[in-house]
């Protein structure tokens, strides 16, 4: 079967973009999985669709110039001395959108989407898009998908706790009765520790059966699995104190050692493939090790664990959508001198107290300025309770 590239209408540099998509792109975009959405669907879709193909083209362009270390690319001016390739083809690919089509082909379009949708319910559930957990995972994406399943449902639990904890502190402001929401919350949290708790006897099963096999790739893929898997029991376990003491954190130093070694195996061996094959950095959509890493730094108040994680984010210079792994460590670095200022030698949790510890986080990044702004909140002093909001500028 010839390459796609080959069968594709259009200039030497469209041509050159598209096999840079079908031979880099796509691949980073599955990251450490295999994507039938990146490495077949788009890739077919840019014979019949202009619109997909134009936005191919362009981000083709912009990721080349990504791995090549071009950082104007972050740049509201970025593609003015370019030609203005990248740019061109991403208005190419909105004029296509927003172009009139015709009502035949409107309801072609439609009745082709619901046809599919309808041949793919039967698979989700066998490939984990569901509440059901199998005793055995049959493969590592049906492991990936049913832990994403159950993560995004812990994280609407945990925005709602987040809420509630806001409305308890502003009823106890206006002197009303807080909300008691205390017996829901452990139900809950019960709920879903039972659930991690099943996905890793399956998820362990799994690598029992088919751990020998996996190839480097899918070894990194279950170490990312194990990384999710981890930070999901910590969160879980500090849930119900979560907004009222950091130090409930401590517990769990082991647990973020874990997340740092794993982190570390995964970097190593993509720092080995990018050695081999002369690549520049990585960029991906999945959120695999910048956040994590972000996590332990910030959470983790031993002083030698979250400061490997801070040197691993400057070790393995990765995108994760907006997390850029060198700014992340900057913002890392910020919380940590902050935290551990006018405290002496730190050895150990225990020597950050509770007052010292900042928390309501908030981390925007504007690559185009290279900038990341930080907000937080820390207590006054270690004899006032009141928690003044601060906001600071990290730039790289």
């Known amino acids: 079967m010839p390459s796609p590239i080959f069968e594709m209408r259009g200039s030497d540099e469209e041509r050159r973009s598209l096999d840079f998509f079908l031979n880099r792109t796509a691949s980073q975009l599955s990251g450490f999985w295999d994507s039938d959405l990146w490495g077949c669907s788009i890739l077919r879709a840019t014979h019949h669709q202009p619109a997909i193909r134009h936005a191919v083209l362009a981000l083709a362009s912009l990721h080349e110039r990504f791995e090549a270390g071009d950082r104007s690319v972050m740049n509201p001016m970025w593609d003015k001395g370019e030609g203005g390739f990248a740019l061109k083809q991403y208005n190419q690919a909105i004029q296509q959108l927003i172009k009139p089509t015709s009502e035949g082909q409107q309801a072609v379009d439609m009745l082709g989407t619901r046809v599919m949708q309808l041949k793919r319910r039967p698979r989700d559930a066998e490939k984990g898009f569901g509440p059901q957990i199998p005793a055995v995972f049959t493969s590592l994406e049906q492991a990936r998908n049913s832990l994403d399943y159950h993560w995004n449902g812990f994280i609407d639990f945990l925005n709602e706790l987040e809420n509630n904890n806001r ?49 480097s790739r899918g070894l990194q893929a279950a170490r990312t699995l194990e990384i999710s898997h981890s930070l999901a029991m910590i969160y879980l376990n500090v849930t119900v104190n979560v907004f009222s003491d950091e130090t409930a954190w401590d517990r769990f130093t082991e647990h973020f050692e874990r997340v740092v070694t794993l982190a570390a195996l995964i970097i190593r061996s993509s720092n080995c493939d990018k050695f081999t094959k002369k690549r520049g950095p990585d960029f991906t959509l999945d959120m695999n090790i910048v ?25 393995g210079p990765r995108q994760e ?28 949790c225990e020597d950050v107290p509770d007052w010292a510890r900042i928390s309501d986080v908030e981390v925007k990044f504007d690559l185009q300025g290279r900038l990341g702004t930080v907000k937080y909140s820390r207590q006054r002093s270690p004899l006032e309770k009141v928690r003044d909001t601060v906001m600071e500028s990290v730039r790289w």
């Open 321 to 348: 959508g907006v997390w850029d792994s060198i700014l992340t460590a900057r913002v890392a670095e910020r919380l940590i001198r902050i935290e551990e200022a006018g405290l002496g030698n730190v050895t150990r």
């Open 291 to 315: 956040a994590p890493l972000y996590a332990v730094a910030h959470k983790c108040r031993h002083p030698v664990i979250r400061r490997k994680a801070v040197s691993l984010l400057y070790a």
């Open 167 to 215: 409305y308890q502190k502003s009823s106890e402001t206006r002197g009303q009765e807080p909300l008691d929401a205390l017996g829901k919350t452990e139900a809950v949290r019960q709920e879903y520790f039972d659930v991690f708790e099943r996905w890793l006897v399956s998820f362990q099963a799994l690598l029992q059966n088919h751990g020998k096999s996996l190839d």
